[in-house]
């Protein structure tokens, strides 16, 4: 298969993986990733549908990218910036609706699941090179444009501001404490250490070898 085809492939499939991924973290209630609890701060602050916040604040985000490096903008970019938001609506409904009354062991299943998934599919966009999602952008650009560290190091950092950003908002919002921990637990936590090191790790052993059709 033609690699820029590959390419394509790849960054589509990782964005829609990545989304559905988000639903299924939803669904456990342990907490979602570092830029989604911030997402989830700002959707109890400000009252427009998730979808639409989601898009406007890519968006944002989007610009600090066209500044510093505009060679993670393309075409996965603009799909995520567009797609991911109403994907994540979608997934997640959509296992509300199978398991209305999910048990601890389908959520711990559901988190499990759900945080191999998000880092498979921001592995395969990634890789791809045809653009990232904005948010993803900003740690890339911090590590290779300006030095500052490792990537996996300086996504820990970024991932800890959303977090702290996250729960600000929402409680600024008037939303009650005892929910943060729906947004922002022990799933956060883990995914804010350990996802940059999870997508490296598997930047090396799949995504890499599939783009160049070889053994990792």
């Known amino acids: 298969m033609n690699t820029n085809v590959k390419r394509i492939l ?11 991924s988000v ?24 009252p427009i549908s998730f979808g639409t916040l989601y898009v406007i604040v890519n968006a944002v985000l989007l610009i600090f990218a066209l ?32 398991f209305p009354a999910a048990s601890m062991l389908v959520r711990c299943i559901a988190f499990v699941l759900g945080f191999v998934i998000l880092c498979l599919g921001s592995s395969l966009y990634i890789t791809a090179d045809m653009g990232v999602s904005t948010y993803d952008a900003i740690a890339l650009v911090m590590s290779n444009r300006w030095k500052l560290g490792k990537f996996k190091y300086i996504r820990i ?56 059709g070889r053994r990792g």
Do not use: W
Not at 23 to 46: C, E, N, T
Not at 183 to 205: E, K, Q, S
């Open 67 to 98: 500044v510093f490096d505009r060679h993670y903008i393309s075409i996965a970019t603009f799909i995520n910036l567009f797609l991911l938001g109403y994907v994540v609506e979608f997934s997640h409904a959509t296992l509300l609706a199978i």
């Open 23 to 46: 639903g299924i973290f939803k669904l456990a209630a342990f907490g979602v990733d570092p830029f989604q609890s911030l997402m989830s701060g700002l959707d109890a602050l400000i």
């Open 157 to 212: 950092g970024t991932d800890l501001v959303c977090i702290l950003l996250g729960v600000g908002c929402y409680l600024i919002s008037g939303g009650d404490p005892a929910q943060i921990v729906t947004f922002v637990g022990i799933g956060t936590v883990m995914t804010a250490f350990f996802m940059g090191p999870l997508i490296d790790l598997f930047n090396r052993t799949v995504a890499q070898p599939i783009l160049h």
């Open 10 to 20: 790849l960054s589509v499939l990782g964005v829609l993986v990545g989304g559905v």
